[in-house]
């Protein structure tokens, strides 16, 4: 891939395009039990356990400063990631009258390991670290179209291998995490869901591309509102939504300078869907994301968007037909924004703004289906 997102800033004369590039293989595998024990007629007991593994192989990493995409001026990164992750958890749930516990723990041992190919005596540098996540939930059933839950757990923020052999001391900073909701279904065909929750990090990192480096950017907090609702209209038409409210801050910094770049604030998707027996489908739906601050201080903004999409089909049993359309106003938005400093060939200072690439304009797509 090659991009260039800060023009003529590093280099007046060639101009910063980067290439990156890499090779990757991922296997894994996960193997669990399950095993649900009545005791009585008011008790039931569930029980999980599992162990597993992933392995990620990526070669020739690679971050390179080029010119006119043919010709290499310097590596800035090159080498070989070997990471394997091993991981064990056991989860319980008690079931007691109107009450279900949940109660589990997750085991994770991480090994990296980074050969740096930059280096004359083709080094090695790995680290081995290890972290144990529980969680907890509890669920109430007030009544046969209410429940309320509580939700509690400990994750981890995943890291690139790179800082973690760099000299990081803590490569998975936990993610402590907690929501508070209720599910209310006021009728067969109505669904409705809300919840409060807040997700602490004891260490965020931020990617710099065209550095080939992880910053970590020190703890953050985020609190929130979901709400949600699916409706069955008629027989044939359904309806739902999906709204999210969020205050994401960095902790321990001054008020107004607290703000985590492009965390979102305000996110909705939605729509209406249509599925007849007659094999006639179809939906319209939208996606929402509102303005949101692109730098600390919120003095630069990314502009937020509202997208609708439609598609239509028409499915038998050997086959299926069908239209879609992305974009149906053809609105003009921006998909991915970030605030960067750059710096144009001819500029005397570089200048800090907005940089995008244009979201998708509308277009159709048609599909043919054969069924064997």
């Known amino acids: ?102 109660g589990a723990v997750r085991f994770d041992n991480f090994s990296f390991d980074y050969h740096d190919r930059l280096s004359t005596q083709y080094r090695s540098l790995n680290s081995q670290q290890s972290i144990v996540s529980p969680k907890l939930n509890v669920n109430y059933r007030v009544s046969p179209r209410t429940s309320l839950y509580f939700n509690n757990g400990v994750g981890f923020h995943s890291n ?103 965390a979102p604030l305000t996110t909705s998707i939605g729509g209406l869907s249509v599925k007849t027996r007659s094999g006639i489908g179809g939906s319209l739906r939208y996606r929402y994301m509102a303005d949101r601050p692109a730098n600390e201080d919120n003095s630069i903004v990314a502009v937020g968007y509202n997208i609708i999409d439609a598609t239509l089909s028409y499915t038998r049993r050997s086959f299926e037909i069908g239209l879609s359309c992305e974009n149906l106003l053809n609105t003009a938005w921006n998909e991915t924004q970030f605030a960067t400093e750059s710096r144009l060939q001819n500029e005397a200072m570089p200048v800090e703004e907005i940089h995008f690439t244009p979201g998708v304009p509308r277009y159709v797509k048609g599909r043919l289906i054969f069924y064997f």
């Open 160 to 262: 690139d291998t790179r800082v973690v052999t760099g000299g990081m001391r803590n490569g998975l900073p936990q993610a402590f995490g907690q929501d508070l909701g209720v599910l209310f279904k006021p009728t067969s065909r109505i669904l409705l869901q809300a919840a409060l929750w807040r997700l602490n990090l004891q260490q965020e990192f931020v990617y710099v591309g065209d550095a080939g480096v992880v910053e970590p950017s020190g703890k953050t907090t985020r609190m929130g509102i979901d709400v949600s609702g699916r409706f069955q209209i008629t027989n044939w038409l359904f309806a739902d939504f999906d709204v999210n409210l969020t205050q994401p801050r960095a902790a321990n910094i001054p008020e107004g300078e607290n703000y985590i770049p492009l």
């Open 1 to 102: 891939m090659y991009s260039n997102f800060t023009f003529f800033l590093e280099d007046p004369v060639n101009g910063d395009q980067i290439k990156q590039l890499e090779n990757r293989n991922l296997l894994g595998y996960q193997s669990s039990y399950k095993k649900r024990i009545a005791l009585g007629d008011h008790v039931v007991l569930e029980n999980k356990a599992g162990v597993g593994f992933r392995y990620d192989n990526v070669d020739n990493n690679e971050l390179s400063h080029t010119l006119n995409r043919d010709s290499v001026i310097n590596r800035i990164a090159f080498g070989d990631v070997d990471e394997t992750n091993l991981f064990a958890f056991i989860d319980e749930t008690m079931i007691v009258g109107r009450f279900r516990f949940n």
